[in-house]
């Protein structure tokens, strides 16, 4: 019998009074993309979250891969270019996650939007008005351009409409532009893959979820299991502090500056439309809104995905799906898509994220969140007051530029080391380990648990598995994964009960899941 792999993952009681030359505060994508780089170096580091792994934003974006082509028009052009070195790079390291997305912007004008893209360019703020041909196939063209390193994907081309698309698209859109981005299938399997990449460079390096910072004293950190309140200590040389959009809350724990974030909320909903996907046809249709905001729609393994809002919000807590969003949403798909119905019932499933938006230019343009700008900034906040260790936090920051900005935050680490990078994670492939994702069997099921750090039920269901985002979560599916976590964490039969009561709770309120179990266990006590 082959042995299983010792698991990354440990839970908060046994991390006391260890010291660990690194500790990296939220498991998100860049958070979990600097412990992977820094165990490439050789350097043991401790990963901690206050939730599940993934379960902030990371586990909510809008699934694209890309290099950001709307961010030419504010001149961001070094944004750009590392956003689609770093697409390139993921359609060739993660491939069996990372795939091509053949991409339509439906067209109306020759001349839309030449001198308000003019004026963008030159910093100035003009009313919204649709992008015509010229515009357009301006902005590929430079897109190809930046995109040129690496590159496995075709350019773009324009056309006029073809039947099919008059059939789907509004009266009055003339031509389409097509060029290729890129879609990712399960965000939150990568980030395990690097988790499992980074243990098996450096087996001294562990995670722990549920484990939320509460304290900084000296260089000794003290951190709360948020499952079970157990509070432990341990120490540190430096600390990381990757926890995106929460960031500001945890400035005062560390004794470092406010006012580095602002987060903005994006909602977006999954649709069972077979209608709409069949039209689709594989492809994203990327297109303005009325008002001007950018929206997407795209096959989405069998269903369609639609996205998204851009709401700032203070608290990223408190941030939900509201009914306004999926009004606006639907009214987009019905503005897009005239000959289509679309109503609530189509909606399988709802999620929201928080973006982590630098504040300095958050608050430039308050009024319009979807300008903001999407790079990112290492800070450094040298040792001070009662805090003796210093602290390094990535600021801003997008799903496709984790890399980028994890070696960027690696280094300042290690120059705080004083060590120096032994490798590059460019072209590095993410490790592929034997886990169950999407596995229906319970022996895989149990793997899952045992090796991804899974402590709720809603882990396994929200984290580790698209049966709910897809809609396809029936009664057998759910009691078959209640029945694996029971088994692999040791629940008895009223733990069990209750964590089936608190995922479906959590779907309901949250998700507006669509589901096919018994009414009994949505709100059981």
């Not at 088994?487 to 009223?494: F, I, N, P, R, T």
Request: glycine share 8%.
């Amino acid at each position: 019998m082959t042995q299983a792999t010792p698991s990354p993952f440990t839970r908060p009681a046994a991390l006391s009074g260890r010291h660990f030359p690194v500790v990296v505060i939220g498991a998100g994508i860049n958070g979990v993309g600097v412990f992977r780089d820094l165990c490439l170096q050789g350097i043991e580091c401790l990963l901690i979250d206050k939730g599940d792994v993934g379960s902030g934003a990371s586990s909510a974006p809008s699934r694209m891969i890309h290099g950001g082509l709307r961010y030419l028009e504010n001149a961001e052009f070094s944004l750009v270019r590392e956003a689609a070195d770093e697409r390139n790079n993921l359609l060739t390291t993660a491939p069996h996650l990372v795939r091509p997305l053949h991409t339509v912007i439906p067209l109306r004008t020759w001349f839309g939007g030449m001198f308000s893209s003019a004026l963008r360019f030159l910093g100035a703020d003009p009313p919204a008005q649709s992008r015509g041909i010229l515009a357009v196939a301006l902005g590929l063209r430079l897109y190809d351009f930046m995109g040129r390193s690496q590159r496995s994907l075709p350019t773009h081309r324009l056309q006029k409409l073809s039947a099919s698309d008059r059939a789907l698209l509004a009266p009055d859109v003339r031509w389409t532009a097509h060029y290729f981005d890129a879609w990712i299938s399960h965000p939150e399997r990568l980030m395990h893959e690097l988790i499992a990449q980074a243990h098996g460079d450096q087996p001294g390096a562990v995670v722990s979820n549920y484990c939320q910072l509460t304290a900084c004293d000296g260089s000794t950190l003290t951190l709360r299991d948020t499952d079970g309140g157990t509070e432990v200590k341990v120490t540190a040389d430096v600390v990381v502090n990757a926890t995106g959009a929460w960031l500001e809350q945890l400035s005062d724990v560390l004794q470092i500056a406010k006012g580095r974030v602002a987060g903005t909320k994006g909602s977006h909903l999954v649709l069972d439309h077979a209608a709409l996907h069949d039209a689709l046809d594989q492809r994203m249709v990327y297109f303005e809104a009325a008002d001007g905001r950018v929206c997407i729609v795209y096959p989405f393994l069998g269903r369609v995905l639609v996205g998204s809002t851009d709401i700032p919000i203070v608290d990223p807590e408190e941030a939900v799906t509201d009914a306004e969003e999926v009004d606006y949403l639907l009214a987009v798909l019905r503005e897009v898509f005239p000959r289509l119905q679309f109503g609530r019932d189509h909606i399988v499933h709802t999620y929201v994220g928080v973006r982590p938006l630098a504040q300095q230019t958050a608050s430039a343009r308050p009024d319009q969140p979807g300008k903001i700008s999407r790079d990112h900034s290492v800070l450094v906040d040298l040792p001070e007051g009662a805090r003796t260790l210093p602290v390094v936090s990535l600021v801003g920051g997008k799903w496709t530029t984790f890399r980028a900005l994890a070696e960027e935050a690696t280094d300042s680490v290690l120059n705080l080391l004083q060590r120096s990078r032994l490798k590059t994670t460019t072209g590095l492939r993410s490790a592929v380990p034997a886990l169950g994702f999407d596995g229906e069997d319970l022996q895989s099921l149990l793997q899952l648990c045992e090796q991804t750090g899974v402590v709720h039920l809603s882990d396994l269901v929200l984290h580790r598995s698209l049966l709910a985002f897809l809609g396809n979560l029936e009664e057998t599916g759910l009691a078959r994964m209640a029945q694996a976590a029971a088994q692999a964490l040791h629940w008895s039969e009223d733990r069990k009960q209750c964590e089936i009561a608190r995922c479906m709770e959590l779907l309901v309120d949250k998700h507006h899941a669509r589901f096919n179990v018994p009414t009994t266990w949505k709100r059981a006590a």
